[in-house]
């Protein structure tokens, strides 16, 4: 945002008009009046796209700090992504955006995440050759799991494990609240699980409150969910008038929240990260 903003001062490329057209094609989209591919066919999105780097390429030359928050952007992004990749069930976006994260933890010290993750990727990358049928399965969007036929639902195993399994067992009417951890109870919960969700979709589709079936709707949709993610980006936006990242008058590296000024003898190079990067990948063994 502030970036967008102090690239319509500086640049005389983008008109209010093409403000407005970004404008209307934003709400068209959320209003699912028009498809999400129009995006990729919009001009005005392409231009905004390359003053966008255009603005990131200037301030990352004016300000270690800056240049540091573009870093972090750009993480976020592929955090973003994989979490994208794994509620729709894109597999190769799943292995791009892992091989993405490799020099992440090479850079951050995580050299055994950076082992595992190149081990996995060699794995999978010749999984055609080894098991053609498990990476047709994969391929088909089954490396996630989902519990209802919706766009955006599929969990990873172990998410799905702490969220899901994990949290009935501690909710009223678990294990852990009176029935006991015996074999038998055990057995017993397990075997009626399915049974009781069953029960439950039964109830909802009765009173008319079923929103697994036949319906595009998703928690992230809801209206309190976006009243509160509105409240918090307003938040940061408020915290980032006095303290911007991106304030090109001070080249220093600095802590936007204290003040504090990195000195040349502290030896701080975070925000040449992605010179560590390009070193890894030219020195790794993947």
């Known amino acids: 945002m502030l970036l967008l903003h102090s690239m319509f001062e500086c640049s005389p490329n983008f008109s209010a008009d093409d403000v407005q057209c970004l404008r209307s094609l934003y709400d068209a989209v ?3 009046e028009c498809d999400v591919c129009c995006v990729d066919e ?12 255009i603005e990131k390429s200037r301030v990352a030359l004016s300000s270690r700090t800056a240049k540091l928050w573009i870093q972090h952007l750009g993480y976020v992004d592929t955090v973003k992504t994989l ?32 082992r595992c993750c190149t081990l996995y990727l060699q794995m999978m990358q010749d999984l055609p050759n080894t098991h053609e ?41 678990g294990l852990t609240h009176g029935r006991g951890m015996t074999d038998s109870m055990r057995c017993l919960w397990v075997s009626s699980l399915h049974q009781c969700a069953t029960v439950h979709s039964a109830i909802s589709s009765l009173v008319g409150i079923d929103l697994t079936v036949g319906s595009d709707y998703h928690v992230d949709q809801g209206k309190s969910r976006k ?43 975070c925000d040449t990260a992605e010179q560590v990067l390009r070193t890894w990948k030219d020195h790794s063994y993947v």
């Not at 001009?43 to 003053?51: G, N, Y």
């Open 227 to 269: 009243s509160r993610d509105f409240e918090h980006l307003n938040k940061v936006l408020e915290s980032f008038v006095f303290n911007s990242p991106f304030d090109v008058n001070d080249g220093r590296l600095r802590n936007i929240a204290s003040g504090i000024v990195v000195s040349d003898e502290d030896k701080i190079n």
């Open 83 to 114: 979490i994208h990749a794994e509620r729709i069930g894109d597999w190769d976006l799943h292995l791009s955006t892992v091989s993405r994260m490799l020099p992440l933890f090479a850079a951050t010290g995580h050299n055994n995440y950076a």
């Open 42 to 53: 919009c001009d005005e999105v392409h231009r905004l796209s390359e003053l966008l780097d």
């Open 30 to 32: 959320c209003e699912r």
């Open 133 to 173: 049928w498990l990476h047709s399965k994969l391929s088909g969007g089954f490396h996630a799991v989902r519990r209802c036929d919706q766009l955006w639902t599929g969990l990873s195993t172990d998410l799905l494990t702490e969220q899901v399994l994990m949290r009935a067992i501690k909710v009223s009417g």
